[in-house]
Nanobody, 115 residues
Framework: QVQLVESGGGLVQAGGSLRLSCAAS????????MGWYRQAPEKQRELVAT???????DYADSVKGRFTISRDNAKNTVYLQMNSLKPEDTAVYYC?????????WGQGTQVTVSS
C-alpha cells in the first residue's frame, strides 16, 4: 500500500507563488510517473503537470511557463512550484503516483487565489 501526503496549499493573492509538496510512503519499490491534478468546484479533475521517473514532463497549457514540477526520487517526493498565480488556479490540488501499474492519490490540498 502507498500513501501520499500533500502539503503547501493555502490562500495567496493573484500574482503570488506557492510550492506544493507530496511525499509518498509505504511499500514502494519504484515510483513511475508522479504528478499533480486539480479540481475546481463543479468541474472535472484535470491534469496540471506530471513527471516520469526519468525526468520527462508534461504540463497543461494553462500552466505552462508559470508552474514547474520537480521530484526527488530518493525521497519519493514530488513538488509543484506555482508562480504568477491567477484566480482561475483556485482548486483542490491532488498528487498522484503510479507504482507497479497502480495509481495512488493523495487527499488533496486547497489552493485559493484571490483577485
Amino acid at each position: 500500500q502507498v500513501q501520499l501526503v500533500e502539503s503547501g496549499g493555502g490562500l495567496v493573492q493573484a500574482g503570488g507563488s506557492l510550492r506544493l509538496s507530496c511525499a509518498a510512503s509505504g511499500t514502494i519499490f519504484s515510483i513511475n510517473d508522479m504528478g499533480w491534478y486539480r479540481q475546481a468546484p463543479e468541474k472535472q479533475r484535470e491534469l496540471v503537470a506530471t513527471m516520469s521517473r526519468g525526468g520527462s514532463t508534461d504540463y497543461a497549457d494553462s500552466v505552462k511557463g508559470r508552474f514547474t514540477i520537480s521530484r526527488d526520487n530518493a525521497k519519493n517526493t514530488v513538488y509543484l512550484q506555482m508562480n504568477s498565480l491567477k484566480p482561475e488556479d483556485t482548486a483542490v490540488y491532488y498528487c498522484k503516483a503510479n507504482v507497479l501499474r497502480s495509481d495512488y492519490w493523495g487527499q488533496g490540498t486547497q489552493v485559493t487565489v484571490s483577485s
